[in-house]
C-alpha cells in the first residue's frame, strides 16, 4: 500500500507540473497589431505641438485608424487624448490641440487593425510657458516679425532683417536666401543702431536675467533653441540639438558669423547674439547656443564681427 500511495502521488505531481506549463503558454496581446514609429515632436507653442508617425507593417489587416495620442502619463493610450488621421500605412502628420502651456505631456503614434492597436515609442515634450506668441510690424520697411514674452521681458523670436542706411551688415555667405530664414548678421555698431523705435539690443544684464529666468545658463539654451535637425528634415539644426525644446517660443536658430574679413562660419551649428554692454577691454559681451548642448554661452568679440 505504501508503495502504490507513493506512485499516486507522484503521478499527481507530474500531471500538476503539465497543467502548469499548459496554462503559461498563452497568445501574445496584439501580437498582429501594426507596426509603428513616432515621428519627433516641432512646433511647439502654449497650447499646440505636430507630430505624426509612420506605419511600417499593418499587421496582415488593413489599419483602420491612426494618428497620435497623448497625456501627462508617461504611456499614453488611445482612451487618452488622440487624433485621427487617416488609415493603412505609410508617414502621416499630427496636429496637437489644446494643450495646457508650460506643462511636460507624453506622446506616441498608434495605429489600430482589427487585431488591435499598436504604439510607436513615447516621446515627451514641453508647451510653452503660456500664450504668449504676437507680431510686431516694422514701420520702416513692414515686415512682421513674430515675438515672445518671457518673464518681465519680450523678445522678437526672429532675428532682425532690416537694410539700414549706413553701417556694416551681411547676408550668410552674401546670399540674400539666407536672410529671409535668419536675418542679416550686423556689426555692435550697426546693430546697437538698427533695432526699430520701441526696441532696442539687449544688455548684458538683461540676458542674464532671461537665463536666470530660465533656470541658468547651463540649460537656458534648450528652452530657447528651435526644435528638430536638418537630418530629420524636421529644423534648421545639426544634429543633436542637445537639449533643444522651444519651451519659450524665442526660436533660437543656428545663423552663424562673420569671422575675420569675408569668413562666414558656423550656419546650422551655432547661433550667436550680440548684448550692448563692451567688457571693458574693447570686445563686447556676446551670447551663444550650439547644437551640441543646451546652454547659452557668454564671451567676448571683437564688435567689427558678424
Known sequence: MEKRQNFSISRLLVLGSFLVLASSCE?????NAPVLSTIEVTEITGTTAVSGGNVMDDGGTTVTARGVCWSKNENPTIDDNKTEDGTGTGSFTSTVTDLEPNTTYYLRAYATNNEGTGYGSALSFTTQEGNNIGTFTDPRDGKVYQTVEIGDQQWMAENLAYVPSSGNYWAYENDLAN???????????????????????????????????????????????????????????????????????????????????????????????????????????????????????RYSYFEELG
Open 27 to 31: 497568445k501574445d496581446e496584439n501580437q
Open 179 to 297: 536672410v529671409e530664414t535668419y536675418g542679416y548678421l550686423y556689426d555692435w555698431q550697426t546693430a546697437l543702431n538698427v533695432c526699430p523705435t520701441g526696441w532696442h539690443v539687449p544688455s548684458d544684464e538683461e540676458w542674464t536675467e532671461l537665463t536666470d529666468h530660465l533656470g541658468g545658463s547651463s540649460i537656458a539654451g534648450g528652452k530657447l533653441k528651435a526644435t528638430g535637425t536638418i537630418e530629420a528634415g524636421t529644423g534648421l539644426w545639426y544634429a543633436p540639438n542637445t537639449g533643444a525644446t522651444n519651451q519659450t517660443g524665442f526660436a533660437a536658430l543656428p545663423g552663424g558669423a562673420l569671422y575675420g574679413i569675408g569668413t562666414f562660419d558656423r550656419i546650422g551649428f551655432g547661433g550667436y547674439w550680440w548684448t550692448a554692454t563692451e567688457d571693458g577691454t574693447g570686445s563686447v559681451w556676446v551670447r551663444h547656443m550650439e547644437d551640441d548642448n543646451g546652454s547659452v554661452d
